[in-house]
Structures are given as C-alpha cells and as structure tokens.
C-alpha cells in the first residue's frame, strides 16, 4: 500500500443488515476501518441473496462483506450484551439501522453504550424520522421508493409507475451513513466529544430526488410545479439506431448544435425556440423526437463517430452482463475467484483489491474477542452456551 489509508487504526462496529447499513460500512471498511460485523446465527440477509460459490456468500455478500470481521453474537443473552460492551469500549464507531424501539429494547442506544466508551461515535439509520409518527414502521428501499415521490416522478415522465429497479434507496442512504460517521470521526478529533447522529431514510430520498424535481415549486409563492421539465419528458429514452441503442446528451448549445448539423436540419439553428438553454428546455420533447430522426439514418458506429467529431457526449447502451465482465477478478480462499466491484470511495489510500475477502458467518468471533481480553477458556464457555457462534464446527 502506498500510503496510510484515511481510516486505518478506526474501529466500527457494524449492527447492521441487508444492504444500506452494509454498504455504508464497506464504504468504511474500503477506507482502512477495522470493521467488526455483529450478525445473528443465520446470517445477515444479504448472505442469501441470490446465489452465489458458498452457502455463505452470495454474489452480493462477496464484496459488500470485504474488509470486515464477522461475529456470531447472541445480545438477548447478558453474557452476549457484555460482550458488545467490550467491544464497544475498543471501538471508535458505532453504526446500527435497527428501529428505535428496537434500540431501546437491545440496550445499544448512544447513552447505553457511551457508559462502555464516551466519545463513541454513535450513528442509527432508520426509514421515517425518529420524532414522527412513522418513526417505527417498517421501512425498506420500495417503501420509501413510494413515500419519497421516486414512483410519482416515474409516472410523470410517462412511465408505468414503477420502482426503480435497483436499491437506489438503501444505496444513497448507505452513502449518506459513510458520510455521517466521517463527520463524526472529524468532530471528535477536533473537540475530543462522540456524537449522535441519527438518519432517516424517508429524509434523505427527498432531498435527494428534490435537488432537481423541486424545481419551480421551491419558491413561495411557487412559481411553477415540481418536476424537472428535461427528465419528466416522455420522449427522454435511448435513440435507437439501424443497429442499437446509444444514448446522448445535448445539454450546451454547442452540442445542440452538433447534433442538428449532423442530422443536416441547419434551419432549426435560428429557429427562435432553440436559442436559450431555457427555450430548449422549454421545448425538450420536440428536440428528443428530433433526435431520434437523426439517430434513425445511422448504425451505432457511426452515430457515434459523429457525435465525438462535433463534441456531442454520448455513450452506446451496455448491458449488465458486459459491465460485469470487465470487473477485475480476485480470489477468495473459500469461494474462489469472484468480480471486484470497484470502491465507492476514491483517492490515492483506497486500495484497488481487497485486504480482507468476506469473511464467512462468526469467522473471527473469537479473534475479535481475544483483542478485549476473553482467554480460551471464557470463548469455550460462550460458545457451549450458544452467546458465541462457533466457526467451522458444528453447533
């Protein structure tokens, strides 16, 4: 490694499932975190979901569990909730996305387990705000898909109204949950204090979607309504070609310019609609069905061609399977070889492969432990006792 990454030497323990909570700690991780992953005796969810080289390892778990540690721990059990605690008191970081019923009911709200460490920094996620009436309700990506407005904009732009078909939702607000325990991490080191911070998914996708779609209903009095004209355009979609699809953006006017002149329609270079950015937004669907005309007397190749001669950014449609293909392959010692998937945090500390392959469910329960003090003995105890989940032997 040519440099001491951001995170080295910080240690986060991860009460967190499924993908948003995971995500955010891989992010962590990614960035020299030593990040300790509390799971139940089945696993957490995104162990199973899909398949995968190891019962324990999904597709999806190979790179959203890299770089942690992984303890099996019963917190029911008063021996297991000791031992959070001294893990606790050896760590930096606390992270959960359990609701706040649920914190209060397993003990590890900040006040709870500041007693173990003082200037934790202590970090919830949770989908609806904790002071709301929803505060408890359940929440996952598809419902605050719909509660945030991310449905409503799809059937404004002319679609069914359908759910985005990736986790957008757990993604942002795992990103968001990185970002909130780095500012915690700096306010400690600049004040010598933890913090509490606790995130709402149902806040978070609104803002998010509300950067562009608030719009003209921002003012007060509103001066238009909300949606952003350009993205709620039916006619917004790949241009098919002789061959494919490719997608382009004419956003300046000298790319408006560029794909008119390809197209030979030199006239609509005066037309007086097209001569303001706002005109061209004013009048988008016509531009796109325009687009689409130029597109139609070209393959692929040459559409492109021509859109890079004139300065037009444009791009041909990739499927999934290719992206993937082009991943690095690395080895896992039990899984075998799998795609990397690039970190979601950049800079030069951020190493390109993993130092840690995912660990299988309760690998290092007893290694974690050892570090705050229980000898073989205690483990052995814990372990018959089913606090501690047993690694590579059976129950």
């Known amino acids: 490694m040519s440099a001491v990454q951001p995170l080295a030497g910080i240690r986060v323990i991860d009460l967190t499932s499924v993908v948003m909570g995971p995500l955010g700690t891989q992010m962590l991780a990614d960035l020299g975190a030593d990040v300790i992953a509390i799971e139940a005796a089945l696993g957490d ?6 398949t995968g080289p190891h019962p324990e390892l999904s597709g999806v778990a190979l790179n959203l ?14 021996a297991g909730y000791e031992a959070l605690l001294r893990l606790v008191s050896s760590a930096d970081v606390f992270v959960t996305n359990l609701r706040p019923g649920s914190r209060s009911r397993a003990r590890i709200t900040r006040d709870d387990l500041a007693v173990a460490r003082p200037d934790l920094v202590w970090c919830a996620a949770a989908g609806y705000p904790a002071d709301s009436g929803r505060a408890d309700d359940a929440a996952y990506d598809d419902i605050i898909q719909a509660a945030a407005g991310l449905v409503d904009v799809a059937e404004r732009s002319g679609l069914p109204p359908v759910l985005s078909p990736t986790l957008l939702v757990d993604k942002v607000c795992g990103m968001a949950l990185a970002q909130a325990v780095t500012a915690g ?15 709402a998914m ?3 996708i609104r803002g998010f979607l509300l950067v562009e779609h608030g719009a003209a209903a921002i003012a007060e009095p509103p001066q238009g309504r909300s949606g952003y004209p350009r993205l709620l355009s039916p006619e ?7 061959d494919g699809l490719v997608v382009i953006l004419a956003y300046e006017r000298h790319q408006f310019e560029g794909l008119i002149t390809i197209g030979g329609r ?17 009048n988008i669907d016509e ?14 190749a040459s559409f492109l061609e021509a859109c890079a001669t004139h300065g037009v950014p444009a791009s041909r449609v990739e499927s999934l399977d290719s992206i993937v293909e082009g991943l690095p392959l690395v080895e896992h010692p039990v899984a075998g070889r799998y795609r990397h998937t690039p970190p979601l945090v950049g800079g030069p500390a951020v190493d390109a492969a993993p130092r840690r392959p995912a660990p299988l469910l309760g690998e290092h329960g007893r290694e974690v432990l050892a570090e705050v003090g229980y000898d073989d003995a205690r483990l052995d105890d814990l372990e018959q006792a089913g606090v501690l989940g047993r690694y590579g032997r059976e129950s």
């Open 266 to 282: 030199v006239e609509m270079l005066d037309d007086p609609r097209f001569l303001t950015r706002l005109g061209r937004l004013d």
């Open 236 to 242: 917004r979609r790949p241009l098919r070609t002789s």
């Open 45 to 50: 969810a995104n162990r199973h979901m899909g």
């Open 202 to 204: 149902y806040d978070i």
């Open 65 to 78: 569990l890299r770089n942690k540690r992984s303890i099996v721990l019963d917190l029911r059990a008063e």
């Open 287 to 300: 531009l796109y069905r325009e687009y689409q005309r130029i597109a139609d007397g070209h393959t692929t």
């Open 185 to 199: 991490l700096l306010h400690r080191e600049r004040t010598g204090e933890g913090s509490e911070t606790v995130l």
